[in-house]
Nanobody, 123 residues
Framework: QVQLVESGGGLVQAGGSLRLSCAAS????????MGWFRQAPGKEREFVAA????????YYADSVKGRFTISRDNAKNMMFLQMNNLKPEDGAVYYC????????????????WGQGTQVTVSS
């Protein structure tokens, strides 16, 4: 399995921006599709975004489309989530995820999880 560590969470006002990072180690990063999930208190963990192994294809939940951008740097074993125009309902613990294909990630099949990073959006 690949090991994943998120960073970049914090407190931001509604309308603001944050950039989450995910550092990967332990396996060949470019062999994995990567994604972000989030879980708010009292809710199930939900898919946010995914990116293919080569970075050419990206996928988003409808709730974040047009506001969030997922990207990756295979040379640095890093993945990112740029979050703009944040809303209070975006507040959650955000998890970095990896699996063999973005198809599996979009269906919630995840081989490796990070520990999560808290994002809080104040109104």
């Amino acid at each position: 399995q690949v090991q994943l560590v998120e960073s970049g969470g914090g407190l931001v006002q509604a309308g603001g921006s944050l950039r989450l990072s995910c550092a990967a180690s332990g396996r060949t990063f470019s062999n994995y599709a990567m994604g972000w999930f989030r879980q708010a208190p009292g809710k199930e963990r939900e898919f946010v975004a995914a990116i293919s192994r080569d970075g050419d294809s990206t996928y988003y939940a409808d709730s974040v489309k047009g506001r969030f951008t997922i990207s990756r740097d295979n040379a640095k074993n890093m993945m990112f989530l740029q979050m703009n125009n944040l809303k209070p309902e975006d507040g959650a613990v955000y998890y970095c995820a990896a699996d063999t294909t973005s198809y599996r990630l979009r269906r919630g099949v995840v081989g490796s999880w990070g520990q999560g990073t808290q994002v809080t959006v104040s109104s």
